[in-house]
């Protein structure tokens, strides 16, 4: 009996001091502050976060931060802050410790883009590439779609060589969602030769998101997605800003463009942003002549104003987007015979020489967006948002030719003119990650109206949608497995009223889609090397305005095209496999995907041409098949030494039509890219020199029906190309980047088979290209 006691007794005290022993080794508390290395300021919203209990703390205005009740150990902290480095230190706990922070701030440098959340790099199951800053810096002055040619996949579809939109595996226009900043883009995107109205000057960043993913965002992201990301407003007291200059010797291209970044330290949290470009090119040349009619002019600005404390914080932004692009003469035709001697010639009818001045036919777009985003933290649990946006958006479309009559021509009016005003509204909650899980729910909603004057080529119309999403994550507790789910609701209403010729009075059709998205996906890293993802989504497309009503001559694209009112929505099975593995020398990316579009929508060619009052032009009808796209993107790099590497990028494309047991039309050509470059470090006072040399090879695309367009595809081409680059530090904080490069150094003849005026001219001839970027 006494020995039964002394033993409760013993565990109990054995239980006690265990429980003691505990309590007092998780009491600790890691504390300091986050200071700029540069100039020794504090660092507000700076991250600490340790990684292996996945617990964190954000600075305060003072750059302190704290993380308590932590156990004795050896933890790995990582501490990030947009415009830093991040900085990673082991430390080990044994006691109550403070420490400080040392991340080395660049408000003036361009850095690559991350995904983080709470200082963990968030992984993503779909095939997510971005541009590095080196290429970003290279693509500036270009096109927004030229831009994000640099990654394997991804190809543009062009109308003449002042108009692109991004190809993302074989799929374009409503199919491909552009998010900028942070709100989907919203205009004409419907016709093959509207571009996306974006100053690329804006981003920081530029990603692509490949595969159907998208249902966050609702539908229509078949193909993928396409961000958009300003800088995010400085934080720290002070002005950072740049100015770019760009020059072409094709076309004589001339841009520029400047913006300044600023904080009020005695209003705290108080941040703003000014953006302008000005941009202008006339007529392109080929290797063998000029292309009539080819200049364009661009002018935009924007403006952002934020304000944000620990806890809550509201941003706005505006941009203005404005330009002026002239269509290639020689694609408008006067009678069907003219056309086909056209088609067959080896130059075009037309010839001109240099000029910058810009005449019918032209386009003329303007693009407005007004954004408010609000955000409230909702204790330690998460995340708050709100977000309304108002897009306003202006196209003209001029004939070649003016009306007869003499006092309406006079008045210079365009034959096309279509106002579209999109309203959108989103609120959602995102979960701090607890545990191994994250959760992000929300609903968007959206109000359009589009209308029109001049000649009815679409008509009016009225749009209402709403969408309600959620979004999980699961991450192992290793790193090595993460697994993430989402599905959307969208019901999507539009009414259209359409001008009855005969009745002389407006017809209104009512359409209703109601649809699911999904996607399944999952990462598994089992080491620091090798990283697989696999991921499955489900995506819906309605037929736009134009797919359904489009009546006649498309001024812009040259062609006559005609809807047809029974297309019914899209629904697409994509499923992508993506391996990436890299050491220190060596690095091999590759995707395959396998795409099932039911009901898949195009632009078919329809011979023979039209004869219209404005001229002969090709002819296609919107035309709705079963479809099936199945690819491989292949990015490989080698680093031979410490200075020389050379990489390779491959996209194969096979895209078939299942109804009617034949290839698809309009898909672009399976293409190689080789580049090989040499860096040095430093240069006397030069700084990050490189020099490359490339070859890009496009093969011939073969799989097309026969007889099913008006022109052949073009022969397969191959495409060399050089460059050079440095940097010139002016002070601590100043820094001059230079790139220059000669695009087509050979000065090749050759048609892109994506380029719908390939029926007329050649491609642009050999360019150089001069870069400058100053950072202060």
Not at 553 to 564: C, I, R, S, T
Not at 598 to 603: A, Q, R, S
Request: with cysteine; glycine share 8%.
């Amino acid at each position: 009996m006494l020995h039964s006691k002394l033993l409760f007794v013993l565990i109990l005290f054995l239980g006690a001091s265990n429980c003691f022993t505990q309590t007092t080794e998780c009491s600790f508390a890691l504390s300091g502050r986050v200071i700029d290395e540069h100039d020794q300021t504090p660092l507000m919203f700076a991250t600490v976060y340790i990684k292996e209990i996945e617990r964190g703390s954000v600075s305060d205005g003072k750059g302190n931060y704290k993380i308590e009740n932590l156990c004795k150990g050896t933890y790995t902290i990582i501490v990030s802050h947009l415009g830093c480095d991040p900085v990673t230190e082991t430390i080990t706990i044994t006691k109550s410790l403070k420490h400080h922070f040392h991340p080395e701030h660049h408000a003036e440098e361009l850095k690559e883009f991350t995904l983080q959340e709470n200082g963990y790099e968030e992984e993503v199951s779909v095939a997510k590439k971005e541009l590095s800053a080196k290429e970003l810096n290279q693509s500036r002055g270009e096109s927004l779609g030229e831009s994000l040619k640099t990654i394997a996949g991804v190809t543009t579809l062009n109308t003449g060589n002042s108009i692109s939109k991004p190809v993302i595996h074989g799929l374009h226009s409503d199919r491909v969602l552009i998010l900028n900043n942070g709100i989907r883009q919203e205009g004409q995107q419907w016709g093959n030769e509207h571009a996306p109205e974006i100053d690329p000057y804006i981003a920081d960043r530029l990603s692509v998101i490949k595969g159907a993913d998208g249902i966050r965002y609702g539908a229509n992201a078949i193909a993928g997605v396409v961000l958009v990301e300003p800088r995010v407003l400085r934080d720290s007291a002070g002005i950072n800003g740049a100015f770019n200059l760009a020059g072409a010797s094709n076309g004589r291209l001339g841009v520029s463009s400047a913006t300044l970044d600023g904080n009020i330290g005695k209003l705290k949290g108080l941040s703003w942003r000014l953006q302008g470009t000005l941009k202008r090119s006339g007529n392109v040349n080929t290797p063998n002549y000029y292309l009539k009619n080819t200049g364009l002019k661009e002018y935009n600005f924007s403006w952002a104003l934020g304000f944000n404390r620990e806890k809550y914080g509201i941003e706005t932004f505006y941009s203005k987007f404005n330009t002026d692009i002239g269509i290639f003469s020689a694609a408008h035709i006067g009678n069907l015979t003219d056309l086909q001697r056209a088609i067959e010639a080896s130059e075009p009818l037309e010839s001109a020489d240099f000029t910058y001045d810009i005449k019918r036919p032209l386009q003329h777009i303007e693009h407005e967006l007004f954004k408010v985003k609000a955000y409230w933290l909702t204790g330690e649990i998460g995340k708050l948002n709100f977000v309304y946006a108002r897009q306003y958006n202006l196209r003209q479309e001029y004939d070649k030719h003016l009306p007869r009559n003499d006092s309406i021509a006079a008045l210079n009016l365009p034959e096309l003119q279509f106002e579209i005003t999109t309203h959108l509204g989103e609120l959602s909650w995102k979960q701090n990650r607890t545990s191994a899980f994250n959760t992000q729910i929300g609903m968007a909603t959206i109000n359009q109206a589009n209308t029109f004057e001049g000649r009815e080529f679409i008509p009016a119309f009225r749009k209402y949608g709403t969408g309600v999403f959620l979004i999980e994550k699961w991450r192992s507790k290793n790193f090595k497995l993460e697994l993430e789910t989402g599905l959307r609701y969208d019901y999507i209403y539009q009414k259209v009223y359409k001008w009855n010729r005969s009745r002389r009075e407006y017809d209104s059709y009512d359409y209703t889609y109601k649809n699911v998205s999904g996607s399944v996906g999952a990462i598994y890293k089992p080491n620091d090397k090798l990283t697989t993802r696999v991921n499955f989504g489900m995506a819906w497309r309605p037929p736009n305005v134009s797919e359904l009503f489009s009546d006649g001559l498309h001024h812009g694209a040259a062609a006559v095209e005609y809807g047809d009112t029974n297309l019914i929505a899209e629904r697409a099975y994509n499923t992508i496999v993506a391996i990436d593995y890299v050491n220190k020398d060596f690095l091999i990316q590759i995707e395959g995907y396998y795409n099932r579009i039911n009901d898949f929508i195009y632009l078919k060619p329809t011979l023979p041409a039209t004869l219209t009052i404005r001229g002969a032009f090709p002819t296609f009808n919107y035309t709705q098949v079963d479809a099936a796209l199945t690819g491989v993107d292949l990015k490989v790099s080698y680093q031979f030494t410490n200075h020389l590497t050379w990489e390779g990028k491959t996209a194969f494309l096979n895209a078939y039509n299942l109804t009617a047991n034949e290839w698809l039309v309009g898909m672009p050509a399976n293409r190689f890219e080789n580049t090989l470059s040499y860096e040095f470090l430093k240069i006397n006072k030069l700084t990050d020199v490189y020099v490359e040399a490339g070859i890009q090879s496009v093969l011939k695309q073969n799989q097309v029906p026969d007889n099913s367009d008006y022109l052949e595809p073009p022969n397969a081409y191959n495409l060399l190309s050089t460059g050079m680059g440095f940097g010139i530090p002016i002070t601590k904080k100043q820094k001059l980047i230079v790139d220059f490069k000669i695009k087509n150094l050979l000065n090749t003849t050759y048609r892109d088979y994506l380029n719908r005026f390939r029926y007329y001219a050649d491609e642009m001839g050999r360019n150089y290209t001069l870069k400058l970027k100053l950072t202060f």
